[in-house]
């Protein structure tokens, strides 16, 4: 495997497993910032490996690739949560400095773990329960009342790994294998149906000296299960609830010591007094969806910050640059040549900022998405959304 190229100075080498998106969008500001970037990618053509000049090849859940990448860098960070915990187990004891840890990453990876670490937190958490057989899920279902969200405790995204379930048969495929090595081994995650008003997003960043930062809590909207839209700061949020929700997010980074960025994923529900609450729905240890809008409407956007984290530099400022930012996901659709789409795009609004992945299309596949700020959020959301459906082709005009 070659070794990236060290830049005069003593500037670090920071690794990153996975050659996603979310790798791909740290290269600007590690360029910015002056350190180098290293990217463990799946393949020559990966999101990633397309924009960043060291991208060795090879598997995340190959220990001998892992470890033969990570000996080249100074610090280790991740593009997604499923690095195999034998993996980073092996990181851990070669003495490989890693950000977010194995110990944190572990409640990103396992659902189960991730409720029970959470409730003993006194963290708000819809109702949930493991369930092994039938049994187990009929008794939960008459408990909070039917129908009730069935997930596999690992591996699930966008929607995948989710099961709304009206009764045990619903769910009887996948507890056909508990017990059996994989996703579902220690039995599947149970939890209440939650009648919540939105979904919001708390993303905050931690470095390892404890230094912690906030942006503003977001809202997300999501179609069939894929986020499509982000609003920040999320429209006629209580500040009480804003406040309370950042300080969660918080105190979720710091007692589960996560280094980096963490998106905690929120619904807000409306409470017996008529007040609105919040319970946590999942948590991510890195870049996020639901920040991609800090990259042009923040000070100091999520992936130079995750940067700065994971070197423990000085925190940037999270504050918006601007009253308000929308973000479009722009999804894949019938059109695989998005090039006269992407310059139309530009040319009809200028000041949109449009960020493409490099990914084949294939229709739901984020292909990129688009980042409009300014005074007039009605005004913002439309633009984004519209330059977003043009470059899918659900519009054409």
């Not at 950000?99 to 109702?127: N, V, W, Y």
């Not at 995750?306 to 504050?319: C, E, I, N, S, Y």
């Amino acid at each position: 495997m070659t070794e990236p190229k060290r830049a005069p100075g003593g500037f670090p080498i920071v690794g990153v497993v996975g050659g996603g998106q979310l790798a791909r969008m740290m290269q600007g500001p590690a360029i910015e910032l002056g350190v180098q970037l290293s990217v463990l990618a799946e393949d020559e053509v990966a999101s990633a490996a397309l924009v960043v000049p060291s991208s060795p090849v090879g598997q995340h859940t190959e220990l001998d690739h892992v470890l033969d990448f990570a000996r080249s860098c100074d610090v280790v960070t991740f593009d997604h949560e499923h690095v195999p915990q034998q993996v980073l187990l092996a990181l851990e004891a070669e003495g490989v400095v890693m950000h977010p840890s194995r110990a944190a990453l572990r409640f990103a990876q396992d659902k189960l773990a991730m409720r029970a670490q959470l409730t003993e937190l006194g963290i708000a958490c819809p109702r949930w329960a493991v369930a092994r057989e039938a049994a187990d899920v009929e008794r939960f279902g008459e408990e909070v009342g039917w129908p009730i969200i069935v997930k596999t405790p690992r591996g699930g995204y966008d929607g995948k790994g989710v099961i709304l379930a009206s009764s045990s048969e619903d769910a009887a495929g996948w507890l056909a294998h508990v017990g059996e090595p994989g996703p579902m081994s220690d039995g599947l995650l149970l939890e209440e149906r939650v009648d919540f008003t939105r979904e919001l997003a708390a993303l905050v960043a931690r470095s390892p000296s404890g230094q912690a930062a906030a942006w503003p809590v977001v809202e997300t909207v999501q179609t069939q299960g894929i986020c499509t839209e982000v609003l920040a700061p999320a429209p006629e949020l209580d500040p009480e609830l804003a406040s309370v929700a950042t300080e969660a997010a918080l105190r979720i980074a710091g007692e589960l010591d996560v280094t980096g960025v963490l998106a905690v994923e929120m619904f807000e529900v409306p409470r017996q007094d008529g007040r609105l609450d919040y319970v946590v729905n999942e948590l991510a240890m890195r870049p996020h969806n639901s920040g991609h809008w800090s990259m042009d409407g923040a000070i100091t956007g999520q992936f130079e910050q995750h940067l700065r984290a994971v070197l423990d530099l000085p925190l940037g400022d999270p504050r918006p640059r601007a009253p308000w930012t929308a973000m479009a996901n722009v999804l894949g659709g019938d059109y695989p040549d998005l090039y006269p789409a992407y310059r139309h795009v530009m040319a009809r609004d200028p000041a949109a900022k449009v960020h493409m992945y490099g990914k084949g299309v294939r229709p739901g596949r984020k292909l990129g998405h688009v980042n409009v700020s300014g005074a007039d959020l009605a005004d913002a959301r439309e633009r984004a959304r519209h330059a977003a459906d043009y470059l899918q082709g659900a519009i054409t005009e």
